[in-house]
């Protein structure tokens, strides 16, 4: 079991996991170098950079698995470990072969090549290595040393303190965006070492997912849990990436309507941000504190002549909803300037909730005229009764909005493509027209 932590909890949480697991059960105290201290330093700051977190290595019994890591060996190390080559080309090494703290630490003592010592190998042990060539005594009397070959060597046995895996940093292609990602090749490392193919490897706070992308990666079974729904679908769509054949089973998402009143019974948030999402809206608003001003949730739409169009969205977790959660949401569309708004809901709308919603007429929208208020209960989402919505477009292209102005002579009826193209004709290799599809051409919005 590995536990990640910061250096300002991980004494306390040593000390909780002994009490827990025993404290013969702790391994190792890893040391991880996250940044480097110029992240860390600031002007006048009283303090040395804090560079590093902290991994608690627990194991249940000495026998569990552990497979030691290594680094290949420096130039330098080499040079001056590995200096002789043999008749048949093989670079080899010299190494002490007695035994230090001598009968004190069980040494046996015995003689070989005419020098008697304590050594670091049974009897038995240095026999066959003599019997090998593996023994050389450089002249008549001298010390017996051990031979060995830089290519049975598998490299520097990484200690507790690593300094080798760099943070993530803002241009890397793994970074997604969420805020504790640590780097795959950490979780690899923490894998690799203490577990084997086919074993199954928990994280029980597993965030955007590192540990199980690399858990399948190294071909080990795995089972992440996370209390955000947010999470979960950074996996899916992470796992879907790396992994496009591989399908997975997400467990805990509301199936039914029964599931969802039960969430919204238990996390009025992650409520929200569930059912936002059934429906694709883009930005979410997971707040726990403040007042988050009547919107739930945004989605984004190219306007043609009018820029970017929005949509927001209201989610009623409540059991009981009525005519004024219509109205106040009208009135946000209104304050925000906003195109349309969706009132998600987990009770069904009343008559009165209809009728209101009817009121706010409809907009003329660059992808046609759409109603200004749509009211949504979760049992017509689960029945695949979706709100009309213009398509979103990609939030990353998207500049921030701007309250919609009327602007003079605009046209109200003109149409935003989905896809930009270049018309015009083409001319083939044997100079005839070519027809273009602007589709074949398109550059995504
Ligand atoms: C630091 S992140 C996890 C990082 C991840 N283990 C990794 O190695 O990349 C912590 C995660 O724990 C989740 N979390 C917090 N409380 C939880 C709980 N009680 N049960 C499950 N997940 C929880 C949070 O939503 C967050 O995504």
Not at 148 to 164: F, K
Not at 279 to 288: I, N, P
Not at 337 to 357: D, F, I, N
């Amino acid at each position: 079991m590995y536990l990640h932590c910061d250096p300002t909890a991980s004494h306390y949480l040593k000390t909780l996991l002994d009490a827990i697991f025993g404290f013969q059960s702790f391994t190792n105290e890893i040391i991880w170098k996250r940044t480097s201290s110029k992240s860390d330093h600031s002007q006048g700051a009283k303090r040395f950079p804090r560079v590093h977190d902290t991994i608690l290595f627990f194991r249940k019994t000495p026998a569990s698995t552990f497979q030691p890591v290594f680094t290949p060996l420096s130039d330098d190390y080499v040079d001056a470990k590995y200096p002789h080559v043999d008749a048949d080309g093989r670079r080899y090494g010299l190494w002490d072969m007695t035994g230090p703290g001598g009968a004190a630490k069980g040494n046996p003592y015995y003689e070989v090549m005419d020098v008697s010592r304590f050594w670091r190998y049974s009897r038995d042990r240095m026999e066959r290595m003599v019997a090998e060539g593996r023994v050389v005594q450089n002249r008549p009397g001298s010390v017996p040393r051990e031979k060995r070959y830089l290519d049975d060597s598998s490299g520097v046995a990484i200690g507790d303190v690593w300094t080798d895996i760099h943070p993530i940093n803002s241009q890397a292609r793994e970074r997604l965006g969420y805020p504790t990602q640590k780097p795959l090749s950490l979780l690899e490392r923490l894998i690799l070492a203490a577990s084997n193919e086919g074993d199954v490897v928990l994280d029980p706070f597993c965030g955007c997912g590192t540990t199980v992308h690399a858990a399948e990666k190294l071909a080990r079974k795995w089972v992440g849990i996370d209390v955000t729904h947010h999470a979960i679908t950074v996996i899916e769509e992470r796992i879907a990436e790396e992994f496009p054949n591989l399908k997975i089973e997400v467990e805990g998402r509301p199936r039914d309507v029964v599931a969802a009143h039960d969430l919204a019974r238990r996390d009025k948030y992650q409520f929200q941000w569930w059912a936002n999402w059934l429906f694709g809206v883009q930005q979410y608003r997971e707040r726990k504190k403040g007042t988050d001003k009547g919107i739930d949730g945004e989605i984004f739409f190219l306007n043609g002549p009018r820029g970017v169009g929005r949509v927001i969205t209201s989610v009623k977790g409540g059991g009981t909803i009525g005519v004024q959660a219509v109205r106040d949401l009208r009135a946000v569309i209104e304050r925000e300037k906003a195109e349309m708004g969706v009132l998600v809901s987990l009770g069904h709308p009343t008559s009165p909730m209809r009728v209101e919603a009817a009121s706010a007429g409809f907009v003329q929208t660059a992808h046609g005229s759409f109603p200004r208020i749509q009211l949504a209960p979760v049992s017509e989402l689960f029945s695949g009764i979706k709100p009309r919505l213009p398509m979103a477009a990609p939030l990353d292209q998207l500049r921030p909005p701007k309250p919609a102005k009327a602007k003079r002579g605009v046209d109200d009826h003109q149409l935003q493509f989905v896809y930009s193209f270049q018309g015009g004709k083409q001319l083939g290799e044997a100079g005839e027209v070519v027809h273009i599809d602007p589709r074949q051409r398109v550059s995504r919005m």
